[in-house]
């Protein structure tokens, strides 16, 4: 069980407050969308996992230059890692692939390439994986997922990306929210069946596997679409996945009773170890979208209320994160 940790905010705790916070709960795994110091230096000797990013605007001069992408490692990685901060995973870009910018969807898989060097020359590529984050607009369907498969126009983009991830065994890396899925279609997608609530369950024609909730269907889905490009055993991390407790009135489902349903519905699944229908019993890294309410993000009232803690350390809900819960 992973988290993310935004900093959107212009009231968020002290690194060394993030860390104490993060040390009081089952949360094995941080993601952060940066690499801040001061906090890859609070996460020193905590025992949890840490992801670390390379923002979009970065991409092209680490794609360029391996010598960019060396210092790069020797600034952000090799430190911290000598010091005792976990760090396991370097996710570059966000959700390029599903963006409008060409240029810079094709400077993704050299600039993996080049960090990944970058690592294996500090010896940590052993240690530390290479990924970028999806959104699912990089499906031209998901259900069944059986169905499913990647856009064509992306295939260019996404097959060196795919034998990159089977050579060096790191894992594709989705952004799966049901909640998406469910506000843009309520009356075609049942409530219960989004939230890991009881219901009938949604068939798929060609495996007969039953997908009881929308999560593991949407992993799923990310794991058929490899396969129909002939790629089979990478593993899948879903970075972001997760529920607003609070949205505008045009917003439907947006409410604290719904992200509390769905957050300890996903820490019950995850603590299950059950893992999907098509990969059963296989570990399913996930980080909940976010650690705090983030109330300098943009966009619609949701987007500042995905957190699982207000800013003081006091939980929105109770997500049956705290070890004390």
Not at 14 to 20: E, M, S
Not at 196 to 225: E, H, R, S
């Amino acid at each position: 069980i992973g988290v993310n940790f935004g900093q959107l905010g212009n009231n968020l705790p002290a690194a060394q407050h993030v860390a104490q916070l993060l040390q009081s709960t089952v949360i094995a795994k941080v993601r952060i969308f940066n690499t801040e110091a001061a906090f890859l230096r609070a996460m020193a000797n905590t025992g949890i996992d840490v992801a670390v990013g390379v923002c979009n605007a970065d991409v092209p001069a680490l794609a360029a230059n391996a010598s960019a992408a060396a210092a790069w490692v020797s600034a952000n990685i090799a430190p911290f890692a000598a010091a005792g901060t976990r760090i396991t995973l370097v996710t570059v870009g966000n959700e390029v692939f599903s963006a409008d910018d060409q240029q810079l969807a094709a400077a993704i898989v050299p600039a993996i390439r080049n960090i990944h060097t970058a690592l294996a020359a500090a010896k940590l590529a052993d240690t530390v994986h290479v990924s970028t984050p999806h959104s699912f607009a990089i499906l031209d369907n998901s259900f069944p997922p059986s169905s499913s498969a990647f856009r064509a126009d992306l295939a260019p983009l996404l097959d060196p990306l795919l034998r990159f991830l089977v050579d060096t065994r790191a894992p594709l890396l989705v952004n799966a929210y049901p909640y998406f899925a469910f506000a843009g279609n309520p009356h075609d997608i049942p409530l219960p069946y989004a939230l890991f609530q009881p219901n009938a369950g949604a068939p798929d024609p060609k495996t007969g596997l039953i997908y009881t909730n929308m999560y593991t269907a949407q992993v799923d889905a990310a794991v058929a679409a490899m396969e129909r490009m002939g790629h089979f055993g990478i593993p899948v991390a879903v970075t972001e996945t997760g529920w607003p407790s609070q949205g505008g009135s045009d917003e439907v489902g947006a409410s604290v009773d719904n992200a509390r349903a769905f957050t300890r519905g996903l820490v019950a699944h995850l603590a299950s170890s059950s893992g999907t229908p098509l990969r059963p019993r296989q570990q399913l890294d996930t980080y909940i979208f976010a650690l705090f309410n983030e109330d300098l993000k943009p966009g619609p009232a949701s987007e500042r209320n995905y957190g699982l803690f207000a800013t003081d350390g006091t939980p929105i809900y109770d997500a049956g994160l705290l070890l004390t819960s």
